[in-house]
């Protein structure tokens, strides 16, 4: 535990926005931090406690929401500070797991179908609950010969049947694959190699890693429940200090730190949650100390590119394509995609024997440019960005790290929720982005069989918070991101009257609905509609509402984790910091 403070240093923040209002504010249910944690430390009995911020606690709260429970989840630092907001930005299926239930030594090919498909069902329900912030994203499979063209053709079809199939109960957004001439290869991507003459586009899912954290935090901490009552909170920066057992040595509740203003306060509960990710056998032995390691590490790292014209290829004007190499040189998956105006190249996949911070290593990044430059020898794209997280794998238990097998391509992202024996405590361990709701929805279904309420609810309807109402046919029989996001700006453009197309479009691309919180404050006050920097569109509006509705308190937080330009150029995102901090000087001044 951190020791406690001797002299408390509020951030200039922890009295955010007492007086401002602004309509659509109301109209989304939208609170401060500072409400928030008023309502936590007031009424401080919860069903459960969710520790871990990042993608599975935010798939957690957002079911827990959905069930009625009056939940909590606390974060240490920001909300998907860590691995979820270091991925390839993908909602995928898992095309190499594919691959291996066709293997004759594969003795597990059950449950690698099992894998895919529950990912290509779980891709398609974000496509649909969160239209605005998911999209479709073609993926070109380049191949030396037609024979080779042909076998992933046939493999490229059956992943497709098989999101047919889970597709069923609800609109299916994904393409289904094209066979790539020789022609159309020299065309689309010029300054491919010449030796990959042939090619098949796939379909599958792009999104903002980090803002998918947070829509979900947030439309679950928006959401009345049927008492009346906000059920759902949601803190990040609070730290535990102590597990508190009862008589029978069940957890009864936690000493908890709010390192913003440097007060503890305690909180009860009936059930905790742990989806804090690589952190999961460390919190699980401070409750069960004798308990045995069920996680290993591996590292993924990215870079993200300059992006050059003649590498965007938009498939029908509307879906970005990218590069899938389905077998690098030592048997990974590797991904050349365009993402937010940038292009991100990753990832690799090393194997780790610890947590301790470390530098990202040059061979690694060398890997993956050197794997980007056989494919396209003659580009120029320079590298602007570079970023690493650690993947949770699950294995059987060991005491021991170092007794492990290094090769942590071969094991599988499956996923784990698990009740410790006798004890109030569920794990959430291992998995995907793409099925990170699918996760929560089996956390909270053991939650209330712990807690003797009922079923499950449905929740594969439940839109996320930016998700615009459906008024109408049309808007109803729209299938594509940009069609969505063009007919929202038509239908809402007196809204985005002091905004350029551009920033007007990307707002709702990330925002959705709530882009007109936005719009609102820069309608109040129109030299928020600012700029903060040439050739991204980023404001001063969109700034202060990230720190009045979505607790960012640090613009080292804003600028790698709220705005995507930390993973497209960190020198820009340097440059952008020091206008963010006094963004943040002036916001508490008001």
């Known amino acids: 535990p951190n020791p406690k403070p001797q002299t408390p240093n509020p951030h200039p923040l922890s009295k955010l926005f ?39 606690g935010a798939g957690t709260l957002l079911s827990s929401s959905m069930n009625n429970l009056r939940s909590l989840l606390i974060e240490v630092n920001d909300f998907g ?20 239930f066709f293997k004759p030594s594969n003795d597990n090919r059950n449950e690698d179908l099992k894998l895919v498909f529950e990912s290509l069902k779980e891709r398609n329900i974000l496509l649909n609950i969160a239209p605005y912030l998911n999209r479709q994203i073609g993926l ?23 999101n047919c199939i889970g597709s069923m109960n609800y609109k299916n957004r994904v393409n289904r694959p094209i066979f790539i001439s020789r022609k159309q290869v020299n065309q689309r991507f010029p300054q491919m190699n010449n030796k990959y003459k042939w090619g098949v586009l796939m379909f599958d899912g792009q999104t903002n ?9 947030f439309t679950a901490v928006s959401k009345v429940g049927i008492n009346g009552k906000f059920n759902s909170n949601a803190l990040n920066y609070v730290s535990i200090q102590k597990f508190k057992f009862d008589k ?39 409750v069960t100390p004798n308990s045995m390691n069920n996680l290993c590490f ?48 990753g990832t690799t996949d090393k194997f780790i024997y610890d947590l301790k911070p470390r530098s990202i290593e040059t061979e690694r990044v060398n890997e993956i440019y050197s794997c980007f430059s056989s494919y396209f020898p003659d580009s120029s794209n320079k590298i602007t960005s570079v970023w690493s997280g650690v993947r949770p794998l699950i294995v059987p ?98 809204n985005f009257k002091l905004l350029t197309r551009d920033v007007s479009l990307y707002l709702i691309r990330r925002y959705g609905y709530r882009s007109l919180v936005i719009t609102d404050i820069i309608n109040r006050q129109n030299n928020k509609a600012e700029i903060l920097l040439d050739n991204y569109p980023y404001t001063i509006a969109e700034v202060e509402f990230l720190c009045k509705y979505e607790m960012a308190l640090f613009a080292d937080d804003i600028i790698n984790y709220r705005l ?10 340097h440059r952008i910091k020091n206008k963010i901090e006094t963004i943040i000087n002036n916001i508490s001044n008001l």
């Open 18 to 56: 007492t007086s401002l209002s602004y309509s659509y504010s109301d109209k989304f249910n939208l609170r401060s931090r500072n409400e928030i944690l008023n309502n936590v430390t007031t009424d401080n009995n919860f069903d459960i406690v969710i520790i871990g911020g990042g993608i599975n």
């Open 81 to 100: 500070s860590g691995t979820s907001s270091k991925s390839t930005k993908l909602l995928h299926g898992g095309l190499r797991y594919l691959e291996n």
């Open 140 to 162: 070109m499979i380049s191949c030396q010969s037609i024979f080779e063209a042909l076998y992933y053709y046939s493999g490229c079809m059956f992943y497709h049947f098989l």
């Open 209 to 217: 890693d980090s803002a998918l954290v947070t829509e979900s935090i």
């Open 248 to 286: 029978n040595n069940q957890i009864e509740g936690l000493v908890l730190l709010d390192k913003i203003t440097q007060r503890e306060f305690e909180v009860s509960c009936k059930v905790i949650i742990s989806t804090a990710g690589v952190y999961n056998d460390i919190v699980k032995k401070e």
């Open 298 to 345: 591996s590292e993924g790292v990215h870079v993200g590119l300059e992006s050059e014209d003649n590498f965007r290829w938009r498939y029908l004007d509307r879906i970005d394509v990218g590069v899938l190499v389905p077998r690098t040189s030592d048997g990974r998956v590797m991904f050349f995609i365009p993402w937010e105006n940038g292009l991100i190249a």
């Open 397 to 494: 238990p060991y005491s021991d790290i170092r007794d492990l097998s290094t090769d942590s391509k071969s094991i599988k992202r499956s996923h784990s929720v698990q009740l410790e024996e006798n004890l109030n405590f569920i794990s959430v361990n291992g998995g995907k982005l793409t099925i990170f709701r699918k996760m929560g929805e089996e956390a909270i279904g053991l939650a209330l069989k712990l807690l003797q309420k009922g079923e499950l609810s449905n929740t594969l309807t439940s839109n996320l918070i930016g998700t615009f109402p459906y008024t109408n046919i049309k808007q109803e029989s729209i299938t594509d991101n940009d069609s969505y996001v063009e007919y929202h700006y038509t239908q809402y453009k007196d």
């Open 564 to 573: 995507p330009i930390g993973r497209l150029n960190q020198n820009d995102a």
